[in-house]
């Protein structure tokens, strides 16, 4: 009675609260690599959304993006304690996460250009809007007899500015 090998399955990408026993350097090179790919995926979707104008939908892939981020960082964290495991690594393998790598480099260099820019935009209008303010309260005049400007200490200003998305 001769049993069929069992087939092997790809590995499921660890969850963010691993128990304390490591995981192999080869499970955790598949799981980083899922990892980067889906945050690649994300970042791309984010970019495209940024560079529409359509920040209103970011929040929801703000929040996946920090959760992923966590996963990756911790995923890193225990490759680190399992170090000398990399070298026995196939070699196609160690490509396939330097290639992911890289692009997940890419990508991230592009989304931090369109965060910037955006908050750069932000920080304008909020600029444009503070100096209107600013000009119209030191302009006012009161509404006394002598019709004198209200008494305010020039370049004080009372505007509290929210800058989340």
């Known amino acids: 009675m001769s049993q069929a090998p069992p087939t092997a399955t790809p590995p499921a990408p660890l969850p963010a ?3 304390a026993e490591t995981p192999s350097a080869e499970t955790l090179v598949r799981s980083i690599g899922g990892l ?10 984010e970019t495209a959304l940024l560079q529409s104008g359509r920040t209103s939908d970011i929040t929801q892939l703000q929040l996946a993006k920090a ?9 890193w964290a225990q490759l680190k304690t399992v170090r000398a ?21 890419a990508v991230s260099v592009e989304n931090e ?5 955006v ?26 007899k002598t019709n004198l400007p209200s008494r305010r200490i020039a370049g004080t200003l009372g505007v ?3 800058r989340r998305f």
Do not use: W
Not at 87 to 98: F, K, M, R, S, T
Not at 113 to 117: M, T
Not at 124 to 131: A, D, F, H, P, S
């Open 67 to 75: 959760e992923l981020a966590r996963a990756y960082a911790g995923r």
């Open 17 to 19: 609260n691993a128990p």
């Open 119 to 144: 908050q750069r935009a932000t920080d304008r209008v909020l600029g444009i809007i503070t100096r209107a303010i600013r000009d119209q309260q030191t302009a006012s005049t009161g509404y006394t």
């Open 36 to 45: 980067a790919a889906r945050l690649s995926e994300l970042m791309i979707k």
């Open 85 to 105: 495991e990399l070298d026995g690594l196939a070699p196609n393998l160690a490509e396939a996460l330097h290639q992911q790598l890289a692009k997940l480099t």
């Open 160 to 162: 509290t500015l929210d």
């Open 113 to 117: 250009k369109a965060l910037r820019r």
